[in-house]
């Protein structure tokens, strides 16, 4: 980021970041899904770059304000995010008995999210926000 500019770095951060969650998204296998997540950890280095960033832009009277704005997206990205999860799929094939089962049923339920892609409507929430 000090030869290219932090702003790029990020960009570009950013972009492959969300292509990564997009290819968890539409992942049709184990090792497909392990491949997107590899490939979105690769390009993950945004909080280094954005840290540099914060401490260029700000001074000593805003500097531990701009740094816990960090913290706080960091909880509410983990408690948001596995909120949305949650509520954007449908489970299913799960190996207990029909007495014991508990369907849960998503938010939208289109024959793309439900059969073919089950984990693409989370990752598309997910890749709007970081996108």
Request: glycine letters at 12%; charged letters at 10%.
């Amino acid at each position: 980021s000090d030869r290219y500019g932090r702003r790029s770095a990020l960009v570009l951060g950013l972009i492959f970041s969300t292509i990564g969650v997009l290819t968890f998204g539409v992942s049709t296998s184990y090792v497909h899904a392990m491949l997107a997540r590899c490939f979105c950890g690769l390009f993950n280095g945004n909080l280094g770059v954005l840290k540099a960033w914060l401490s260029d832009i700000s001074d000593g009277t805003n500097r531990s304000f701009a740094f816990s704005i960090i913290a706080i997206s960091f909880g509410l990205g983990n408690v948001l995010g596995s909120m949305m999860g949650g509520l954007l799929i449908v489970t299913h094939n799960v190996d207990l008995s029909d007495e014991e089962y508990v369907a849960t049923v998503g938010v939208f339920d289109f024959w793309i999210f439900g059969d073919r892609f089950p984990f693409l409507l989370p990752c598309l929430f997910g890749a709007m926000i970081s996108g």
